[in-house]
């Protein structure tokens, strides 16, 4: 919920009296608890949260479509199909990652990317359209899963310009990056969620209908890296694709679109350490991501100077000497993460020159914007529901995870 606020100030024209409101602020309808199954306690994580909202099943950390004893459970997705719909995906991250993995593969652990890109294969008379990234689990030292989907009929395309030239109303397979695909603020195109989502629906419409799950996949990687500058770039994206959406459904009233979010991420807040106070400003106006700058400022000379136009604001004498005493703190950081039990080594990245930058600049942003943070993991607050067109009341109120699919079940005549 923090994130839908901080947009709405974020995209503020801070020249008029209103504080204008924004597209999910149009359509908000409810809320939705997010914990998963009682043997993970209450925060969930991607994959429990995916298998829940695919499958109507509350199942245990990392679960992807399967239950707690591991036996798959079907999705809305699969079932749309089997009722004669179309069927898409389109995210930002890689295309197996934990959400939409949940709606087309079933499998013990999310971290199991080659078999859930191969059940993929296996599941892809399931499916029509694909978008996001992932190239590095499709064309493999083993196997070519991209041939093997052309081979069943798949047009595959692998850059955003290729989107226009689509055949209509066939199947596509598109890949676009080798992990997910680049932050929103670093893309060549800073909207381009909408921009996929517009020509998948275009292949999707037909007489039957169509089912489609979309991602805002990084929205939650902002969270986990605490970047609040990337978190209001990728809703932004979001935001675009909303209102494409919106104009969508004003056209094809019978079109019904949810929008939740799987869990929040990072604890984020506006306002921090007893201020009343946020100010997004300086956010509105950047240009690159921190994880970019950070890229740059470690193969370079740290000055104020640099260190501010690649912000787009100004920073201090001081803010820029205490970024090269990080630059120069890696040798510490190293020995502390060494220290570290192994178990707890493998709950974090160990410390790279660029990391240490990213997370100090992190910080500077924070400090100018007042925005707080509390992990770097998920939390268990309950996350807006929004809905707009046929029988979007239907989601009206508190709901549950589950709740969400077992009602677009219900919708797809599934008793
Ligand atoms: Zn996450």
Do not use: C
Not at 70 to 79: G, I, N
Not at 129 to 154: C, H, M, P, S
Not at 380 to 392: C, H, L, T, Y
């Amino acid at each position: 919920p923090a994130y839908t606020s901080a947009y709405r100030y974020f995209h503020d024209n801070p020249d008029t009296e209103a504080v204008e409101q924004t597209v999910f602020d149009r359509h908000l309808v409810g809320s939705s608890s997010t914990y998963p199954a009682r043997v993970s306690g209450y925060v969930t994580d991607s994959a429990a949260a995916a298998t829940a909202l695919a499958t109507a099943t509350k199942s245990y950390n990392g679960a992807i479509g399967v239950d707690v004893d591991k036996k798959p459970v079907e999705s809305v997705l699969v079932w749309a199909k089997k009722q004669g719909k179309k069927t898409g995906m389109v995210v930002t991250s890689q295309i197996n990652h934990a959400t939409p993995a949940s709606y087309l593969a079933h499998n013990e652990s999310r971290h199991n990317y080659d078999e859930i890109a191969d059940s993929f294969l296996a599941s892809h008379h399931n499916i029509d359209v694909l978008l996001g990234g992932g190239w590095q689990y499709f064309i493999r030292q083993d196997k070519n899963l991209v041939e093997e989907f052309q081979a069943n009929g798949f047009n595959y395309i692998d850059n955003y310009g290729q989107l226009a030239q689509l055949p209509s109303n066939e199947k596509v397979l598109g890949l676009f990056a080798d992990k997910g695909l680049p932050w929103a603020l670093d893309d060549s195109n800073k909207h381009r969620l909408s921009a996929m989502v517009a020509p998948a629906i275009a292949q999707l419409e037909n007489k039957n209908g169509f089912f489609m799950l979309i991602e805002a996949s990084q929205v939650d990687w902002a969270g986990h890296s605490n970047d609040i500058a990337a978190a209001m770039a990728e809703m932004d994206d979001l935001a675009k694709t909303l209102e494409y959406l919106e104009g969508y459904v004003e056209k094809n009233p019978n079109t019904l679109v949810v929008l939740t979010a799987d869990h929040s991420t990072g604890g984020f807040t506006i306002g921090q350490g007893g201020k009343y106070l946020w100010q997004p400003d300086v956010l509105r106006s950047m240009t690159m991501s921190p994880n970019t700058i950070a890229e740059k400022l470690a193969g370079q000379k740290i000055t104020s100077t640099n260190v501010s136009e690649m912000l787009n604001f100004k920073i201090s004498e001081v803010e820029a000497s205490e970024l090269i005493a990080t630059k120069k703190s890696l040798p510490e950081a190293l020995i502390t993460f060494n220290n570290l039990p192994k178990a707890e080594q493998e709950k974090m990245n160990k410390p790279t020159v660029q990391r240490l930058l990213r997370q100090h600049i992190n910080r500077i942003i924070d400090q100018r914007t007042v925005t707080g943070w509390t992990t770097f993991g998920h939390t268990g607050v309950d996350v807006p529901v929004f809905a707009m067109g046929k029988q979007k009341e239907l989601f009206e109120g508190l709901n549950d995870n589950t709740d969400i699919a077992k009602k677009i079940f219900k919708l797809l005549g599934k008793q």
